[in-house]
């Protein structure tokens, strides 16, 4: 099945650097290039892509504002660029949704090898077997990739399926910080808790969990977190 991209980048020299790389390595791959805000929400429910890379500074609305409206109906994988090394923007991007973050200028390989991992994430679970999961009152299918709380679906994207599957599959046991980065993210991510820090955040959200008195996750503090058995 053709992959398609899309790049909502307004310059247009790091678009093709993208957009190359892109085809190079996913040969029969559709990129579609958009240079403002407006025309990325456009172009995202005109193509409906495999992938998105989101330039956070170009024209109205902002790489923010279009990750928080994909987010609002989409869990497709995203990748966020900008010339900002600062956590802070770090943060407010994965908080509003996105997957990933990488600062301008940016090695094309690293960027291949970014937007490898994010389709690995996406494309399919651990190989259990189409095990179905049920900790209290909440289920994981690694089969359909489902996950149910009280019967109610939770809709989640790759990247926080996989943090709560491994978190699923070791309820009880409190995983370290370096190996869920590892498994879910990659051993480059290893150095970097932040990713880890905000996706429990937004796992915590979505299951209506309260950090202080947690019922799902349970921060393991120096250590990593822990799925609470009922």
């Known amino acids: ?26 040969p029969d791959s559709e990129v579609t290039v ?18 998105v890379v989101l330039d956070v500074s170009m024209p109205p609305p902002d790489g923010f504002e279009v990750c928080r409206r994909i987010r609002e109906t989409s869990s497709v994988p995203i990748l966020m660029l900008t010339v900002h090394d600062s956590t ?16 301008k200028p940016f090695d094309h390989l690293e960027l291949l090898a970014r937007l490898k991992a ?4 996406a494309g399919g679970a651990l190989p259990t077997g ?3 999961y049920t900790v209290g009152d909440l289920t994981l299918d690694a089969g359909t990739r489902e996950v149910r709380l009280r019967g109610e679906a939770v809709k989640l994207t790759s990247t926080e ?7 699923v599959r070791h309820a009880g046991s409190a995983l370290p910080h370096q190996y869920l980065l590892e ?3 990659g051993p480059e991510y290893v150095g970097d808790p ?8 937004r796992l915590r959200q979505k299951l209506g969990d309260d950090a202080e008195r947690p019922r799902y996750i349970q921060t393991e503090w120096g250590v990593g977190y822990r799925l609470v058995l009922p």
């Open 183 to 185: 498994r879910v993210w």
């Open 118 to 121: 994010l389709l690995r994430r």
């Open 130 to 132: 189409g095990r179905q």
């Open 1 to 26: 099945m053709t992959m398609k991209l899309l790049v909502a980048e307004d310059a247009r020299d790091v678009a093709e650097v993208v957009a190359f790389g892109v085809r190079l390595t996913w």
């Open 194 to 201: 932040s990713y880890l820090k905000v996706f429990v955040r």
């Open 34 to 51: 958009a240079t403002s805000g407006q025309e990325a929400l456009r172009q995202f429910d005109e193509q409906k892509p495999d992938l």
């Open 88 to 103: 802070a923007d770090k943060v407010r991007a994965l908080e509003l949704g996105a997957d990933d973050y990488l600062t």
């Open 161 to 167: 399926y996989r943090l709560l599957e491994e978190l």
